[in-house]
Protein backbone atom coordinates (compact mmCIF):
# COMPACT_ATOMS: atom_id res chain seq x y z
CA UNK A 1 0.00 0.00 0.00
CA UNK A 2 1.23 3.28 -0.69
CA UNK A 3 1.98 5.82 2.40
CA UNK A 4 0.31 9.27 1.97
CA UNK A 5 1.70 11.80 4.03
CA UNK A 6 0.27 14.67 1.62
CA UNK A 7 -2.02 13.47 -1.39
CA UNK A 8 -2.03 15.13 -4.20
CA UNK A 9 -5.19 14.89 -6.45
CA UNK A 10 -4.58 17.26 -9.61
CA UNK A 11 -8.05 15.96 -11.42
CA UNK A 12 -10.20 17.42 -8.48
CA UNK A 13 -9.98 21.00 -6.57
CA UNK A 14 -8.29 21.28 -3.77
CA UNK A 15 -10.32 22.22 -0.90
CA UNK A 16 -8.75 21.77 2.35
CA UNK A 17 -5.77 20.05 4.42
CA UNK A 18 -6.66 19.07 7.60
CA UNK A 19 -4.52 17.73 10.47
CA UNK A 20 -5.29 14.35 8.46
CA UNK A 21 -7.48 14.55 5.76
CA UNK A 22 -7.37 16.14 2.48
CA UNK A 23 -10.37 17.23 0.94
CA UNK A 24 -11.21 17.09 -2.22
CA UNK A 25 -14.57 19.11 -4.15
CA UNK A 26 -16.69 16.61 -6.35
CA UNK A 27 -19.24 18.39 -7.51
CA UNK A 28 -20.97 20.84 -5.89
CA UNK A 29 -23.10 18.52 -3.52
CA UNK A 30 -19.82 15.70 -2.83
CA UNK A 31 -15.96 15.94 -0.99
CA UNK A 32 -13.57 13.06 -1.64
CA UNK A 33 -12.01 12.87 1.88
CA UNK A 34 -8.96 10.99 1.74
CA UNK A 35 -7.66 9.79 5.13
CA UNK A 36 -3.46 10.42 4.77
CA UNK A 37 -0.92 8.60 7.04
CA UNK A 38 -0.47 12.07 9.02
CA UNK A 39 -0.16 12.17 12.99
CA UNK A 40 -0.58 15.32 14.77
CA UNK A 41 -0.38 15.88 18.43
CA UNK A 42 -0.74 19.17 20.30
CA UNK A 43 -2.30 19.88 17.46
CA UNK A 44 1.31 20.28 15.39
CA UNK A 45 1.21 17.60 12.59
CA UNK A 46 4.65 15.83 12.27
CA UNK A 47 6.72 15.17 9.41
CA UNK A 48 6.65 11.50 9.53
CA UNK A 49 3.76 9.60 7.94
CA UNK A 50 2.70 6.44 10.31
CA UNK A 51 2.42 3.76 7.37
CA UNK A 52 -0.90 2.09 6.89
CA UNK A 53 -2.79 4.66 9.34
CA UNK A 54 -5.20 6.40 6.58
CA UNK A 55 -6.53 3.02 5.53
CA UNK A 56 -6.79 2.02 8.87
CA UNK A 57 -8.60 5.05 10.46
CA UNK A 58 -11.01 4.57 7.39
CA UNK A 59 -12.00 1.16 7.71
CA UNK A 60 -12.77 2.10 11.33
CA UNK A 61 -14.67 4.96 10.79
CA UNK A 62 -16.83 2.99 8.24
CA UNK A 63 -17.21 -0.03 11.00
CA UNK A 64 -18.48 2.67 13.19
CA UNK A 65 -21.02 4.87 10.75
CA UNK A 66 -22.58 1.29 9.52
CA UNK A 67 -22.91 0.00 13.48
CA UNK A 68 -24.06 3.41 14.83
CA UNK A 69 -26.60 5.02 11.75
CA UNK A 70 -29.90 3.95 13.90
CA UNK A 71 -28.62 7.18 15.87
CA UNK A 72 -27.81 10.08 14.00
CA UNK A 73 -27.94 10.11 9.79
CA UNK A 74 -23.84 10.37 8.83
CA UNK A 75 -22.46 12.00 5.69
CA UNK A 76 -21.49 8.68 3.51
CA UNK A 77 -22.98 8.66 -0.13
CA UNK A 78 -22.69 4.99 -0.52
CA UNK A 79 -20.48 5.87 -3.88
CA UNK A 80 -16.71 4.65 -4.24
CA UNK A 81 -14.53 7.46 -3.67
CA UNK A 82 -12.49 5.53 -6.65
CA UNK A 83 -15.01 6.83 -9.05
CA UNK A 84 -13.89 10.29 -8.36
CA UNK A 85 -10.70 10.45 -9.58
CA UNK A 86 -8.11 8.77 -12.55
CA UNK A 87 -6.36 5.70 -12.49
CA UNK A 88 -3.26 7.04 -11.95
CA UNK A 89 -4.58 8.68 -8.87
CA UNK A 90 -5.58 5.48 -7.38
CA UNK A 91 -3.02 4.39 -5.19
CA UNK A 92 -3.81 7.35 -3.36
CA UNK A 93 -7.41 6.82 -2.77
CA UNK A 94 -7.65 3.38 -2.68
CA UNK A 95 -8.59 1.98 1.02
CA UNK A 96 -8.03 5.39 2.72
CA UNK A 97 -11.16 7.87 1.26
CA UNK A 98 -14.61 8.66 1.78
CA UNK A 99 -17.19 9.95 -0.90
CA UNK A 100 -19.04 12.09 0.88
CA UNK A 101 -21.96 14.49 1.43
CA UNK A 102 -20.88 17.60 1.14
CA UNK A 103 -22.40 19.36 4.70
CA UNK A 104 -22.52 22.59 6.65
CA UNK A 105 -19.93 22.18 9.32
CA UNK A 106 -21.11 23.10 12.91
CA UNK A 107 -17.58 25.11 14.61
CA UNK A 108 -18.07 22.73 17.97
CA UNK A 109 -16.26 19.73 18.42
CA UNK A 110 -18.39 17.63 19.93
CA UNK A 111 -16.50 16.14 22.90
CA UNK A 112 -17.96 13.21 25.26
CA UNK A 113 -15.90 12.28 28.37
CA UNK A 114 -16.48 8.72 30.15
CA UNK A 115 -12.79 8.60 31.84
CA UNK A 116 -10.85 11.92 32.96
CA UNK A 117 -7.50 12.08 31.27
CA UNK A 118 -5.86 14.57 29.22
CA UNK A 119 -6.87 18.20 28.87
CA UNK A 120 -10.08 17.16 31.19
CA UNK A 121 -7.76 16.21 34.01
CA UNK A 122 -6.19 18.87 34.34
CA UNK A 123 -9.36 21.63 34.43
CA UNK A 124 -10.37 19.39 36.84
CA UNK A 125 -6.67 20.04 39.20
CA UNK A 126 -7.21 23.24 38.98
CA UNK A 127 -11.28 23.66 38.78
CA UNK A 128 -12.79 19.94 40.13
CA UNK A 129 -14.78 20.60 36.32
CA UNK A 130 -14.53 20.41 33.11
CA UNK A 131 -15.86 23.03 30.32
CA UNK A 132 -17.96 24.40 33.67
CA UNK A 133 -18.90 20.93 34.36
CA UNK A 134 -18.72 20.28 38.25
CA UNK A 135 -17.56 16.76 38.85
CA UNK A 136 -17.45 14.95 43.02
CA UNK A 137 -13.93 15.68 44.65
CA UNK A 138 -11.43 13.06 45.04
CA UNK A 139 -11.22 11.71 41.54
CA UNK A 140 -7.80 10.62 39.81
CA UNK A 141 -5.95 10.81 36.53
CA UNK A 142 -8.02 8.32 34.47
CA UNK A 143 -10.88 7.79 36.89
CA UNK A 144 -14.44 6.53 35.20
CA UNK A 145 -16.63 9.26 35.69
CA UNK A 146 -20.35 8.66 37.42
CA UNK A 147 -21.87 9.63 33.69
CA UNK A 148 -20.30 10.96 30.62
CA UNK A 149 -20.36 14.28 30.01
CA UNK A 150 -20.55 16.45 27.74
CA UNK A 151 -17.63 19.09 27.05
CA UNK A 152 -17.61 20.79 23.76
CA UNK A 153 -14.64 22.39 22.39
CA UNK A 154 -14.65 25.72 19.70
CA UNK A 155 -12.84 23.90 16.59
CA UNK A 156 -9.36 26.01 16.17
CA UNK A 157 -7.24 26.86 12.80
CA UNK A 158 -4.52 24.39 11.95
CA UNK A 159 -1.42 24.69 14.22
CA UNK A 160 -3.87 26.31 17.10
CA UNK A 161 -5.03 24.83 19.74
CA UNK A 162 -8.38 23.86 20.17
CA UNK A 163 -10.30 25.72 23.00
CA UNK A 164 -12.61 24.02 25.61
CA UNK A 165 -15.43 25.72 25.95
CA UNK A 166 -18.95 25.41 27.82
CA UNK A 167 -22.27 24.72 27.30
CA UNK A 168 -23.84 27.83 27.34
CA UNK A 169 -20.77 28.93 24.64
CA UNK A 170 -22.50 26.55 22.43
CA UNK A 171 -25.84 27.67 22.76
CA UNK A 172 -24.75 31.02 22.00
CA UNK A 173 -23.34 29.74 18.72
CA UNK A 174 -25.96 27.52 17.52
CA UNK A 175 -28.95 28.10 19.26
CA UNK A 176 -30.52 26.12 22.29
CA UNK A 177 -32.62 23.51 20.24
CA UNK A 178 -29.81 22.37 17.91
CA UNK A 179 -27.01 22.49 20.61
CA UNK A 180 -29.38 20.38 23.04
CA UNK A 181 -29.69 17.98 20.23
CA UNK A 182 -25.98 18.12 19.75
CA UNK A 183 -25.52 17.13 23.43
CA UNK A 184 -27.89 14.62 23.47
CA UNK A 185 -26.92 12.79 20.45
CA UNK A 186 -23.42 12.65 20.93
CA UNK A 187 -23.61 10.99 24.24
CA UNK A 188 -26.31 8.36 22.90
CA UNK A 189 -23.48 7.31 20.06
CA UNK A 190 -20.87 7.34 23.24
CA UNK A 191 -22.58 5.18 25.32
CA UNK A 192 -23.65 3.04 23.01
CA UNK A 193 -19.89 2.54 21.17
CA UNK A 194 -18.31 2.27 24.57
CA UNK A 195 -20.60 -0.31 25.58
CA UNK A 196 -19.96 -2.06 22.79
CA UNK A 197 -15.71 -1.76 23.31
CA UNK A 198 -16.42 -3.14 26.21
CA UNK A 199 -17.16 -6.51 25.31
CA UNK A 200 -13.85 -6.18 22.84
CA UNK A 201 -11.85 -5.64 26.04
CA UNK A 202 -11.42 -1.90 25.01
CA UNK A 203 -12.27 1.33 27.27
CA UNK A 204 -12.90 4.24 25.26
CA UNK A 205 -12.31 6.74 27.62
CA UNK A 206 -12.81 9.84 25.69
CA UNK A 207 -14.21 11.19 21.93
CA UNK A 208 -15.06 13.67 19.57
CA UNK A 209 -17.21 14.18 17.19
CA UNK A 210 -18.13 16.78 14.18
CA UNK A 211 -21.37 17.11 13.02
CA UNK A 212 -23.26 19.41 10.04
CA UNK A 213 -26.20 20.57 8.16
CA UNK A 214 -27.22 18.90 5.25
CA UNK A 215 -29.52 21.34 3.18
CA UNK A 216 -32.55 20.29 4.74
CA UNK A 217 -31.11 21.21 8.27
CA UNK A 218 -30.62 17.45 8.98
CA UNK A 219 -28.13 17.08 11.88
CA UNK A 220 -25.25 14.74 9.98
CA UNK A 221 -22.55 13.05 11.93
CA UNK A 222 -19.15 13.82 9.41
CA UNK A 223 -15.59 13.80 9.34
CA UNK A 224 -14.60 10.68 11.12
CA UNK A 225 -16.32 8.91 13.90
CA UNK A 226 -14.51 6.87 17.04
CA UNK A 227 -11.02 6.22 15.53
CA UNK A 228 -7.69 6.45 17.35
CA UNK A 229 -7.22 9.72 15.92
CA UNK A 230 -10.37 10.69 18.28
CA UNK A 231 -10.59 8.76 20.95
CA UNK A 232 -8.45 7.64 23.52
CA UNK A 233 -8.17 3.98 23.48
CA UNK A 234 -7.67 1.83 26.78
CA UNK A 235 -6.80 -2.28 26.65
CA UNK A 236 -9.18 -3.20 29.56
CA UNK A 237 -6.02 -5.18 31.02
CA UNK A 238 -4.12 -2.82 31.61
CA UNK A 239 -6.18 -0.17 33.04
CA UNK A 240 -6.32 -0.90 36.65
CA UNK A 241 -2.65 -1.41 37.46
CA UNK A 242 -2.06 2.08 35.64
CA UNK A 243 -5.03 3.84 37.72
CA UNK A 244 -3.71 2.69 40.97
CA UNK A 245 0.10 3.95 40.25
CA UNK A 246 -1.72 7.17 38.72
CA UNK A 247 -0.49 7.24 35.70
CA UNK A 248 -1.92 7.14 32.00
CA UNK A 249 -3.10 3.66 30.79
CA UNK A 250 -1.61 2.19 28.14
CA UNK A 251 -3.18 3.24 24.94
CA UNK A 252 -4.17 2.20 21.07
CA UNK A 253 -3.93 5.90 20.56
CA UNK A 254 -1.65 8.50 19.58
CA UNK A 255 -1.43 8.91 23.11
CA UNK A 256 2.02 6.90 22.72
CA UNK A 257 2.98 9.55 20.85
CA UNK A 258 1.85 12.92 23.17
CA UNK A 259 4.04 10.71 26.17
CA UNK A 260 6.94 10.09 23.72
CA UNK A 261 6.84 14.14 22.49
CA UNK A 262 6.56 14.72 26.47
CA UNK A 263 10.48 13.46 27.04
CA UNK A 264 12.07 15.26 24.21
CA UNK A 265 14.33 17.41 24.72
CA UNK A 266 15.61 20.38 22.66
CA UNK A 267 18.59 22.37 23.48
CA UNK A 268 18.27 20.91 26.95
CA UNK A 269 14.44 21.93 27.13
CA UNK A 270 11.17 20.68 26.74
CA UNK A 271 9.56 21.11 23.26
CA UNK A 272 7.11 23.93 23.37
CA UNK A 273 4.64 22.27 21.29
CA UNK A 274 5.14 24.45 18.28
CA UNK A 275 6.03 23.66 15.03
CA UNK A 276 8.22 22.28 13.58
CA UNK A 277 7.80 18.72 15.69
CA UNK A 278 10.68 16.82 16.77
CA UNK A 279 11.24 14.36 14.15
CA UNK A 280 9.80 10.58 15.32
CA UNK A 281 12.09 7.72 15.70
CA UNK A 282 11.60 4.56 13.75
CA UNK A 283 10.67 2.70 16.62
CA UNK A 284 7.85 5.09 18.06
CA UNK A 285 6.50 5.13 14.03
CA UNK A 286 6.53 1.51 14.18
CA UNK A 287 5.01 1.03 17.87
CA UNK A 288 2.17 3.47 16.85
CA UNK A 289 1.58 1.55 13.91
CA UNK A 290 1.22 -1.55 15.96
CA UNK A 291 -1.26 -0.04 18.37
CA UNK A 292 -3.44 1.45 15.61
CA UNK A 293 -3.64 -2.11 14.10
CA UNK A 294 -4.28 -3.66 17.52
CA UNK A 295 -7.12 -1.68 18.11
CA UNK A 296 -8.91 -2.60 14.84
CA UNK A 297 -7.95 -6.01 14.58
CA UNK A 298 -9.58 -6.31 18.49
CA UNK A 299 -12.10 -4.11 17.89
CA UNK A 300 -13.24 -6.17 14.95
CA UNK A 301 -12.78 -9.19 16.25
Known sequence: MTTVHTSSITSLPLLARGKVRDNYAVGKDRLLMVASDRISAFDVILGEPIPGKGALLTQM?????AKLGHICPNHLTGDAPESAVLAAELPQVTQRSMLVKRLKPIPVEAVVRGYLAGSGWAEYQATQS????ALPAGLQNASQLPEPIFTPAAK????????????????AVVGADLAEKIKRISIEIYQTAAAFALTKGIIIADTKF???LSEDGTLTLMDE????D?????????????FAAGLNPPSYDKQFVRDWLETVRINGKPWDKTPPAP?????????TAAKYQEALTRLMA
Do not use: M
Request: contains cysteine; hydrophobic residues 45%; aromatic residues 14%.
Open 61 to 65: ALFWF
Open 156 to 171: AAQGEHDENISYEQVV
Open 230 to 242: SSRYWPIEGYQAA
Open 130 to 133: VCSV
Open 225 to 228: VLTP
Open 279 to 287: RLPDEVIAK
Open 210 to 212: EFG
